[in-house]
């Protein structure tokens, strides 16, 4: 799985003019599921995301997570958007292929699967809908964005 996670001060994600799901500050994380991926990748992915230490600390040295973004135990927000695009293959031409992402009912099943253990996992999680033609609106913050990928077992 691919996930791009922007820090962010506030982020919110509309369909056809209406929020769908809204953070105050957090990450937004575009995810994206590859062919071959499993359960077994959300899962990895879910827990760098929650562990990852990219938020500030009282210093201004990033040593806090989203789960302890305020540093007293407060969690920042996660809002997952479905994002195929991230698995874009552009060494071939000018047109990008996306052969690499899953098929959409596996994407689906994988991306509904890592919103349902993040709800499970964290505080605040919201989503975007999955294949629907979405507006992001977001804060960037530093701004601090950093590419994950959770490659499945080759074979």
């Excluded at 769908?20 to 957090?26: E, F, L, R, W």
């Excluded at 990748?41 to 879910?46: G, P, S, V, Y």
């Excluded at 996660?78 to 047109?95: E, I, P």
Aim: with cysteine; net charge neutral; charged share 20%.
């Amino acid at each position: 799985m691919i996930a791009l996670l922007q820090r962010v001060q506030q982020a919110r994600v509309e369909v056809h003019g209406q929020t769908v799901g809204a953070i105050g500050a957090g990450l937004l994380v575009l995810v994206c599921a590859e062919r071959g991926d499993t359960e077994a990748e959300a899962d990895k992915l879910l827990a760098k995301i929650l562990k990852l230490r990219i938020f500030s600390d009282g210093a201004g040295k990033m040593n806090r997570s989203v789960q302890d973004l305020d540093g007293q135990g407060k969690a920042g927000g996660l809002l997952l958007v479905s994002q195929f695009t991230l698995a874009a293959d552009t060494t071939g031409g000018n047109r990008p292929s996306f052969t690499q992402a899953a098929a959409p009912e596996e994407g689906q099943r994988l991306y509904h699967y890592l919103v349902a253990r993040a709800q499970a996992a964290h505080a605040v999680v919201q989503s975007g809908r999955f294949a629907a033609d979405m507006q992001v609106h977001l804060v960037n913050d530093g701004p601090v964005t950093i590419p994950l990928r959770m490659a499945p077992p080759a074979g």
